[in-house]
Structures are given as structure tokens and as C-alpha cells.
């Protein structure tokens, strides 16, 4: 038993004082220990440091890259690539965010005012993308703009708080300064580009855009927003004390503000003035009122621009550019607003889904689009995201959306109004470029780069006003140390983040990899080389539909090529094959877009290309054109391709009765169209030929009159017309008819159709040596080759009837003539890519074929 004054000896292996003095101090980390926390926490600050400068760089890359960024080879366009170069950067920034945290043991989210606002919105966009029409189409985004899907709201409601929650004065100049140095790069990149200064080789010069931003409206609308904030970055770089950098940046921010009123100028037909002066005033109101006050010596600058922008609006147009602009068309704020207000009537609360404005615009449409001349266009955006927002995410949304806008707008201005002792020349800057985005977004057509860098531009601004304010900083903060409550709600966060991170690294890299593949291959020549490549793109992306239409309509373009081949040289089971795959693409194609107008009118032209290998094929093309035409029940179009396949139906019947019937719906068809547009020349040529096929040959005499009166230059119409006159032998017929294959030969005396028709109206006046001297001509005319030779053989028997003695044309029935050429089964256009880039669609418009011309 030892004595409580001896010195203790070791019990167990613990280590014992060597003293029994008390301990009267707090007590103490042995030194091994001390240096031990201390390497941790080293390491551990090492490490978040590391994390701060992948978020650092992570913003710097958002701000600079996204306004310059295109790689030119996607099938999509330039928006899409924008928008998956805005998903990269912004997953890295959240990994890294995240890992901070769970390293550091605490993850805080900064609470702004707006909060609330964009938690409402992004919860109700997402219930009006759960219940939309198509729900992958609101969840991802449209074809070639995927700016309107949930993902990329989210997206962009995730890129606010990282501002916000990680905004430093240093990282305000890393962020500003990147997308002012942007700014200065799209202004130069579009001086060059209009005015034709070659600065790359040809080759990569046909792969590279005019506009940056995806066209010349949204260029004007950035260009605009430029102004207020190249004017704020002289205020910066000359304001204080001077120095090299300093005045070099100064001397690139003048030149930039100069050529951007240049080309402010320039592209004056694309800009939209009340964007430009209300940020500007917004942004002189601010100066003149010394709320904001910039050096005296540069007070001047934003008054002398803002004279400047007045005398462009007063002086108009003027041609400046060197290289021919592009035509845009957008639709009035007027139509939009009907097309808007009957959506929101049919679904009010939620809309049609995210993503969802060209359904809507096909659905709602009036009968009065038809009669401007662009009326074979489709939109897929409206001219503002306002109008858009009624349509396609309903009254909720668009009072959620509202909210969030008067909430920034209100917050905004407060904050710079008050407290004048101090100078927030940046958040005026950007505040001003933020009112001019939030103009644009009711009046201007806005497309994924705006959104994007609107929403950037916003949170910057927002954040900037905050910290000039002096606004206390509030956080929401998960801690691994305060509870095990919230030690488990953050790795829970980590693995939740670094899952849906990994799924959509890979999710991303296979959709741009797919949609380059297909970009590559469009570009080719060849068309196995195009198949090939689109059948890739489907693969690696099986969920976009535009794949596979776009497939099904080269599998059926290579078997009508195959078919057309000699008898000799063709084969006939890769027909059979490649019209089996084109319809099963085409059908996959309206599966994944069942509310795809686009989709089912593929369908119907496959299904009519179908019907010359498959006797069952013209049903499914009806039904197909149906669907289309319940999802656009305006299109004349739709209507005359229904009654086309129709009376196709009835050339098959081998019953009178039947056909009578299958020509009358056609009939039926071919008036509904002209009824949705009476000046449609189309729709009247074939009412024309159904009525002679009913023997109503007056009726479609005046059908066709009422075509030629469209299209008074079309030779199919007066070659139709001339047939008719032919075929009814009333007073003047043949004068007239004679008269018109007259007409037509002197444009183009090759067409064999209408020479042949001119020989056998000589026969039935009794002339025999002028209509062999027109059939004799055709033969001069035949080329050789296999095709020449069939002509060459059928033309030597009219010939040859007329050197015996006999005619061509028989006293009894005036047959002989050949009627107007009935329209045949249109060959399916590509599709038009263009509308990839927020460009609206072309529908493609049946042709009736003209007459037949030798070479």
C-alpha cells in the first residue's frame, strides 16, 4: 500500500503525475499533442484553401467563358453548348463547396431577402414540370435549348446561392472583371465579324457563328447590357490611383465601350430600345441625382453615351457592315399575347410544363397566322420570358416569377437609394445591367445565354449591393460539431451531392458526345456517313427524339434513292429494311414526343414515302397527320397533306363507289385548308385535281385559276390549268389551253410533260405535222442513259402513230390527254437545324411536282 505523499508508480500503462501537487490551471495538451492538432489543422486549412480556389476559378469560368464559349461541332448549336459548359463549371463548384464543408465540419448558405421568392419558384416550376405534357421535355429542356427545363432553373437557383454564399471583395473583381474582359472579347470577335475581317483560316471560319450569343436580337440585347458595365469598369480602373495596369485596362475597357456603341450602331434594325435607354437612364438617374458618385472628371461619360444611344434611335438604320446580316423573325408581343392568354384559359393554374412554348404555340395558333407570309414558321419562344411564363408554366407560375422579379427589383433599388455615404458605383453598374435584362425579359426575345447570364449577372449584382451596403451578414449554417442531428444531415448532403454529381458528369458527357457525333456527321456529304452518325448520337442519347426522326427520315431517304435504282442494280431487301427502320424511328421519335407536332408529321411523311412498298402504309400516314393536326388544329398545311393521302387512297380503290368516296373526304380536306387560308395556292391546285378526278372538270378549272391567281409564275398550276382546258373542250378551251403550253415552253421549251400535251392538242385540231414536229423536238431533247431511252421508246410510238396515218388521240374519248400531274408522295425534307439555335421552325410546305424537263 503505497503513502499518499510518495511519488505514484505506473497502474495499468497510463501515465501518472510525477508530482502530487495540485493542478490549478486549466489543463494542458501535452507538446506531442499540441503539434499534432496543430499539422491537422494546417492540412486542414490547406485543404479548404484548395476547395476556395476551385470555387474561385470555378465563378471566374462562368462569368468569362460562358458569353465567348462555342466549340462549333454540335448538331444543336451554339446555345446547347453554352448550357452544358454552364452545367460543367457548375457541378465542380458545387463539389467543391460541398467537400469544403464535410472537411472544414460546418457548411453555411448565406440568407439574402430573396430567398424565399426563389425557393416558391423553383418549388412550383417543379410542380408544373411533375404534371407537364411532356414531363422529360420540362424536366431537360427543348432541343437545342434546354435554358427553360427544371434542371437548368435549378441550376441556376443553385449558381445564387454559391454567389452569394462565397462572395468576397476579391472574388468581386475576379467576377466582374472576367465578364468585362468578356464583354470586350464578344464586342471585338463581332467588330471583326461584320465588317468581314478574316482573322482565321476558311476552313474553321465556316464552323465559327456570327453572334456569340446565339443571334443578332440576343446579340443587341448583351451589346446593350455592356454598356453600363464597360462605363463602370472606367469608373474603377481611372477613379483611384493610377497605375500600369490599371491605365492598360482603362485603354481596353474605352475601346471596348467605342466599338460597342459602334456596333449598337451597325445592328441598330436588331436592337431593342427600350432595353438600351431604360438601363441607361436607370443607370444616369442614379449619377445626376449624386446618389452614386463617380470621379468628377468622368461624370460625363454615361451622359454622353446616353446622347449618343438617343441620336442612334433618332437617326435609324444606317448600312454599316460589310457582310450580309441574317433575317430574323420574332412574333409581335400582340400575337404572343393571344397565343398566351388562350393557353392560360385552357390550363390555368400550372401551364403546359416547362420547355413546353412550342407545343402551346402549335395548339393555339389563330387562323389569322396563316395569312402572313411566314406562316409556315414555328416558334418554340415567345418574345419574352413573361409571356412565355403565362403559356407554358401558368398563372402560378408567372405570379411566382413576378414575385421574384419585383422582390430583386425592389430590394435592389432600396439598397442603392439609401445610405448616399457610400459610393456603390458597382452595384450601380450592375443593378443597371440587371433592369436591362429584366426589360428584355418582357419585351425582347431572350434565349439560354441571357438566362444564364442574366441569372449570373443578378446575384452578382445583388451580392454587391449587400456588401456596399453594409448589410449584416446572415447564415444558415450545418455544423458537424453542433449535433449529431447535423453531422448526419451533412454527409447525408456530401453523399446526395456526390451521387447526383457523378450521374450527371456522365449523363452530360454522353449527351454532348451524342450531339457531336450527330453535329460531325450532318456536316458530311455522304449519307451512310450521316446515318451512321446519327444512329451514334441516338445511341449514347436515347432519349431525345430528334434523333430518331431524324434517322427515320434518312432511312427512308436512302430507300428511295435505293428504289429509283435500275432493276438490274437494286436491291430490294435493303429497301424492305431501311423503310422498316425509318418507321420504327419515326415512331420511337413520336413516343418520346407525343406532343410533338414535328414528331407526328415525320411520322405521316414516312408512312407516305411507306406507301410505295407497303399497301397498308397510307392508313398510318392518315392517322399520323391526324395526330399532327390535333396538336395544330390550325395548319392548312396538315389538311392538304391529308387530303393528298386521300385521294392517293382513292387512286388505289378498284370500286367506283369507293374511290367517289376517298375523293370526296379528300375533297373535304383541300377546302378545310383553304378555309384556314384562302390564298393558299397548294390547297386550291389540289382541289383542282381531285374535283377532275369527280369529273367536276368547272369547278376545278376555277380551283385552279384561284392556285394560278396565288402563284401566277408556277408552271404546275398553268400546266394543270392547261390540262383541264384540254381534258373539258368547251368554247376557248383549246385556244386557251394552247396559249398556256405556249407560255410555259418559252420559259423552259425542255419540259417533256407539257411538249407532249402541246403535240396532242395540234392532233386534236387536225394538225398533224405540228404535233409531230413537237414530238420529234422531245427526242432531240432525251439524253441518253436509261431513263432517256424509256421516254425515247413512248414518244416513238406517238411517232410512229402519226407517220401511219392514225392519231394519237381518239374521237371518242379525249383520255389520251394527259391530266395535270397529281402531287406524288412528297420525299421527306431534312430537318431544318437551324431551329436548333432558338430559330423558329419551317414546316415544310407540299409541292405539287412540276412537269418533267430533260437536261
Known sequence: MQNESSPSMPDSGRPTPMSAEPVTGPARTPAFGRSAVVGSEAKQSSVTRMFDTVITTSLFALFFGLPIFFTGFSFQGLVFEKQVYFYVWLLIALVAWVSKGVISGEMRVRRTPLDIPIIAFLAVYGLSTALAIDRWRSFWGAFGDPSRGFLSVAGLALVYFLIVSHFTPKRLRIMFGGFTASAALVVLWTFFGIMGIQILPASVEMLVPLSLIGTMTTLSVFLSVSLPVFITALFLLFGGTRSPWKITGGVVVSLGLVLDLFLLLALSTFVSW??????????????????????????????????????????????????????????????????????????????????????????????????????????????????????????????????????????????????RNRNKILSLGLMSAAVMFFVGSFVSAFNGPLVLISAL???????????????????????????????????????????????????????????????????????????????????????????????????????????????????????????????????????????????????????????????????????????????????????????????????????????????????????????????????????SVVLSRLKEYDAAIMSAEKAIASEPKNVTYLYGLGSLRQLRQGDGDLDAAQKIYEYILSENEKLVDVRLALGLLYEDRGQADRALAEYEKILGFLPAGEEGETLRKQVGVFVDTIQSGRSNV????????????????????????????????TVPVPEAPAPRSVR
Open 457 to 687: 449577372l443578378s446575384a452578382l449584382a445583388l451580392s454587391t449591393l449587400l456588401y456596399e451596403s453594409g448589410t449584416e451578414e446572415r447564415y444558415l449554417s450545418l455544423s458537424l460539431k453542433a449535433s449529431p442531428k447535423f453531422a448526419l444531415a451533412l454527409a447525408f448532403i456530401f453523399m446526395v451531392v456526390s451521387a447526383g454529381v457523378a450521374f450527371l458528369f456522365v449523363f452530360l458527357g454522353k449527351a454532348l458526345v451524342a450531339d457531336v457525333s450527330a453535329g460531325m456527321a450532318a456536316r458530311s456529304q455522304d449519307t451512310d456517313v450521316v446515318t451512321a452518325g446519327l444512329a451514334r448520337a441516338e445511341a449514347l442519347n436515347p432519349k431525345e427524339a430528334r434523333y430518331a426522326m431524324s434517322l427515320g427520315q434518312m432511312y427512308i431517304t436512302l430507300a428511295n434513292r435505293e428504289a429509283s435504282k435500275p432493276e438490274a442494280e437494286r436491291d430490294t431487301d435493303r429497301v424492305a429494311a431501311l423503310v422498316r427502320g425509318a418507321v420504327a424511328q419515326s415512331e420511337l421519335a413520336m413516343r418520346l414526343a407525343p406532343g410533338s407536332v414535328l414528331a407526328a408529321e415525320s411520322l405521316g411523311l414516312v408512312y407516305e414515302n411507306g406507301a410505295l412498298y407497303a399497301s397498308d402504309a397510307l392508313p398510318k400516314a392518315e392517322e399520323a397527320y391526324q395526330k399532327a393536326l390535333s396538336l395544330e388544329p390550325n395548319n392548312p398545311i396538315l389538311l392538304v397533306k391529308i387530303g393528298q393521302v386521300k385521294r392517293s387512297m382513292g387512286d388505289r380503290e378498284l370500286d367506283g363507289d369507293g374511290k367517289s368516296v376517298k375523293y370526296r373526304e379528300a375533297r373535304e380536306s383541300f377546302e378545310q385548308a383553304i378555309g384556314k387560308k384562302s390564298d393558299f395556292g397548294i390547297a386550291h391546285y389540289n382541289l
Open 810 to 841: 381518239t374521237t371518242s374519248s379525249a383520255s389520251a390527254v394527259p391530266p395535270a400531274p397529281a402531287p406524288e408522295t412528297d420525299q421527306i425534307p431534312a430537318l431544318d437545324e437551324s431551329a436548333t439555335q432558338a430559330v423558329p421552325e
Open 274 to 419: 427600350p432595353i438600351l435607354i431604360g438601363g441607361l437612364g436607370f443607370f444616369l438617374i442614379y449619377i445626376l441625382a449624386q446618389i452614386v458618385r463617380p470621379t468628377g472628371a468622368l461624370a460625363w461619360i454615361p451622359m454622353a453615351v446616353f446622347v449618343l444611344v438617343l441620336a442612334f434611335l433618332m437617326i435609324g438604320q444606317v448600312r454599316i457592315a460589310r457582310v450580309s446580316l441574317p433575317t430574323e423573325v420574332i412574333p409581335k408581343l400582340s400575337f404572343a399575347f393571344d397565343i398566351a392568354k388562350s393557353a392560360v384559359t385552357d390550363r390555368f393554374v400550372l401551364g403546359a410544363g416547362p420547355a413546353g412554348y412550342s407545343s402551346v404555340f402549335s395548339q393555339y395558333r389563330p387562323v389569322e397566322y396563316n395569312q402572313n407570309a411566314l406562316f409556315t414558321l414555328r416558334f418554340d419562344q415567345a418574345p419574352g420570358l413573361f409571356l412565355e411564363a403565362l403559356s407554358t408554366i401558368g398563372a402560378l407560375g408567372t405570379i411566382a416569377y413576378s414575385v421574384l422579379i419585383l422582390s430583386f427589383v425592389s430590394v435592389g433599388t432600396y439598397l442603392l437609394s439609401s445610405d
